[in-house]
């Protein structure tokens, strides 16, 4: 799990800094377009939380209030640890929808990795070349 967890890490970084790009710049449809590729496709990414923010306030802006709610609830949800998931539930209440209640493998799943020891290792030392 924890090689698969690395693998998506990686992965999605790239499409998460594209998106944030993106997002900065003011380009709706191309943030997006990449931040919901991350969300979908890489469910372990430590950022997941953040595309999950942008996606709601890209389509709160673009005035699609019940997109954005699908996106803010799953931060409610699915990572309901994250520092983001209060300011998702206040949003939800001022949108007039249901804020949902935290999964609750999802909570177990969040509270197990805070209290994880993490390596403090990265590419560049475990690799042969370093640069």
């Known amino acids: 799990m924890q090689h698969l967890r690395e693998v998506q890490e990686i992965l999605a970084e790239g499409d998460f800094r594209i998106g944030y790009y993106y ?6 449809r191309a943030a997006a377009g990449r931040l ?17 923010w942008m996606l709601g ?20 949800r699915d990572y309901p640890l994250s520092p983001l998931a209060g300011d998702a539930k206040t949003k939800l209440v001022a949108f007039g929808v249901p804020v949902p209640q935290p ?17 403090k290792s990265s590419i560049m030392k475990t690799s042969r070349f370093r640069l």
């Open 23 to 28: 997002y900065v710049k003011g380009d709706r």
């Open 103 to 119: 999964d609750p493998k999802a909570l177990a799943w969040m509270q197990a990795e805070q209290s994880a020891p993490r390596p």
């Open 36 to 52: 919901i590729g991350v969300t979908k496709r890489y469910p372990l990414y430590s950022r997941s939380d953040r595309a999950l």
């Open 57 to 76: 306030d890209i389509f709160e802006k673009s005035e699609k209030k019940e997109i954005a709610a699908i996106y803010l609830a799953r931060i409610v």
